[in-house]
Every structure is written in structure tokens, then in C-alpha cells.
């Protein structure tokens, strides 16, 4: 954990100090489901796959408002999403951008919503502890049936003191 992350309050009362949380490298476990009907290949198990990584996330300061991060598995370009204070955020990077929105809600867990084509995409983090942390993620489609969902568990990477 950065020093500036281990002085924060926990768990995160703004969305300034969530982001700020955020920032680390992290050992990631993910879970992704295929809900559709689509879901069923020829060995019945297609809709299910699960893989490991590593993600670098990284506080962006920006001007006036709460930030942004800096996010991306390691070794590839990061996307950049930047906040602003009335619950609005811009996801950028690879040539594409796109517009949602965001809620802190009580708990201390941050939820982002996304509307991409016909469908929309909630997203809801939040901490355990400080050096762990969850991720779920689900597809609506128009029509109200789910689409996609992930899963993912998240735990800081900390070096020991010298």
C-alpha cells in the first residue's frame, strides 16, 4: 500500500479517498459468465471461464476534481477513467472513450454504470480491507435479460520494509 493510501480512512467516506485506495498493484482473480443463450457450447461448460493476472492502478490528480485512475493489466497500455464531482466519469484509452456514471454509496462501495449500445454495464467495487478488493460486474440488455457477468477478487501487492 502507497503511504498516502495507509493514511486514508477506512472504509473510504468520499470519492476522492476510494480512488486514492485504488492505488496499487494488485494480484487479480476473475470470474467471467457467459448468461445468454448463447451460453451453452457443445461441452456445457463454455459459459463459465476463469484467469489470473496482475493490474496496475495508478491516482491521476486532477485539477479541482476527486481524479481519476490510471488502470490496466501489467505490460499493456492502462485506460484512464476521470471523475468528476457530480457523479459523471469518462473511461478512455485504446481509441475509444466512452461517458457513465458514479455513486458512492454508504457502505463505501463505488458503483459505475456504463450504457454501451443496447445494453448497460453496473459495476460495483468495494473493499474488505484495505488490501482487498472486490469487483462485479454485470450486462442488462435492453430487454431486461442479463448478459455477461464478472466476478473479481483483487489482493494488494505490499513489499516488506527493507
Same mark, same amino acid.
Given at each position: 500500500?502507497?503511504?498516502?493510501?495507509?493514511?486514508?480512512?477506512?472504509?473510504p467516506?468520499?470519492?476522492?479517498?476510494?480512488?486514492?485506495?485504488?492505488?496499487?498493484?494488485w494480484?487479480?482473480?476473475?470470474?467471467?459468465?457467459?448468461?445468454?443463450d448463447?451460453?451453452?457450447?457443445?461441452?456445457?461448460?463454455? %459459459?463459465? *471461464?476463469?484467469?489470473?493476472g496482475? @493490474?496496475?492502478? /495508478?491516482?491521476?490528480?486532477?485539477? !479541482? &476534481?476527486?481524479? +481519476?485512475?490510471?488502470?490496466?493489466?501489467?505490460?499493456?497500455?492502462?485506460?484512464?477513467?476521470?471523475?468528476a464531482?457530480?457523479?459523471?466519469?469518462?473511461s478512455?484509452?485504446?481509441?475509444?472513450?466512452?461517458e457513465?456514471?458514479?455513486?458512492?454509496?454508504?457502505?463505501?462501495?463505488?458503483?459505475?454504470?456504463l450504457?454501451?449500445?443496447?445494453?448497460e454495464?453496473?459495476?460495483r467495487i %468495494?473493499? *474488505?480491507?484495505?488490501?482487498?478488493? @472486490?469487483?462485479? /460486474?454485470?450486462?442488462?440488455?435492453? !430487454? &431486461?435479460?442479463? +448478459?455477461?457477468a464478472?466476478f473479481n477478487?483483487?489482493?494488494?501487492?505490499?513489499?516488506?520494509?527493507?
Amino acid at each position: 500500500m502507497t503511504d498516502s493510501a495507509a493514511s486514508l480512512a477506512f472504509p473510504p467516506d468520499s470519492i476522492e479517498a476510494f480512488l486514492r485506495l485504488c492505488e496499487g498493484e494488485w494480484m487479480n482473480l476473475r470470474s467471467q459468465f457467459d448468461l445468454g443463450d448463447k451460453a451453452d457450447g457443445e461441452n456445457g461448460d463454455e %459459459w463459465h *471461464t476463469s484467469e489470473r493476472g496482475e @493490474l496496475v492502478v /495508478t491516482y491521476l490528480a486532477e485539477g !479541482d &476534481g476527486p481524479g +481519476g485512475l490510471s488502470v490496466g493489466p501489467k505490460g499493456t497500455p492502462p485506460r484512464q477513467l476521470l471523475f468528476a464531482g457530480g457523479g459523471s466519469f469518462r473511461s478512455q484509452g485504446g481509441g475509444s472513450s466512452t461517458e457513465g456514471s458514479w455513486q458512492l454509496w454508504p457502505d463505501g462501495s463505488l458503483e459505475l454504470v456504463l450504457s454501451q449500445g443496447d445494453a448497460e454495464v453496473r459495476e460495483r467495487i %468495494w473493499f *474488505t480491507k484495505p488490501n482487498l478488493r @472486490l469487483r462485479s /460486474t454485470v450486462e442488462h440488455r435492453a !430487454d &431486461g435479460s442479463p +448478459g455477461r457477468a464478472s466476478f473479481n477478487s483483487e489482493i494488494r501487492r505490499v513489499s516488506k520494509p527493507a
